[in-house]
């Protein structure tokens, strides 16, 4: 063997080793970064799992939430419909009892007025309880009317009370 084949071999040789080398050092770094992307991982599963977890903790506390809010609206709702109901039955029973002629209405005369000049008579009962001053009977068909609007007044003014009342069950 020549020298020049001896360097020829030597280089070889050399690059051989230095293959081996870098292909041994690319095996022991992809052991070493398979490990850590596998610790990387598992950290992040951990991580996504907390996340999960404390979402559906979230979800649960609203629904929870939202269903005494439903429950607090619909005990609301059916006092106040109650309530309605109610004033819707005690102003049936007084129509009726004006349209029978069981209830009459009356209104108080003021003694001191003298723009009109005439007076109304006041009914005359001999065994009346009321006290007070002059006072005048309505007409039936007036009283009716009188008691629709105090009626709808009613209604209205539950109706608000019920607006109120949702409105700071919802704000709470």
């Known amino acids: 063997m ?19 080398s870098a292909a041994g050092t690319w095996k022991v770094q992809d052991w070493r970064y398979g490990k850590q992307l596998a610790e990387q991982d598992r950290l992040h599963q951990n991580d996504l799992t907390a996340i999960s977890n404390a979402a559906a903790a979230q979800v649960r506390n609203d629904q929870d939430k939202r269903l005494t809010l439903e429950r ?10 109650e309530a309605l109901t109610n004033a819707q039955k005690d102003q049936a029973r007084l129509r009726d009892r004006l349209a029978t002629s069981d209830l009459r209405l009356s209104v108080l005369l003021d003694a001191t007025d003298s723009a009109g000049g005439c007076s109304v008579p006041t009914g005359t009962t001999a065994g009346g309880v009321v006290h007070g001053g002059a006072r005048a009977q309505l ?15 009613d209604q209205g003014l539950i109706a608000l009370a019920a607006c109120q009342s949702y409105v700071r069950e919802v704000s709470r």
């Open 72 to 81: 607090r609206l619909s005990a609301s709702d059916q006092m106040h419909h």
């Open 2 to 20: 020549t020298s020049a084949q001896k360097l020829i071999a030597q280089l070889v040789l050399v690059a051989v080793l230095m293959a081996c």
């Open 139 to 153: 007409d039936p068909a007036h009283a009716q009317r009188i008691v629709a609007i105090t009626d709808a007044g």
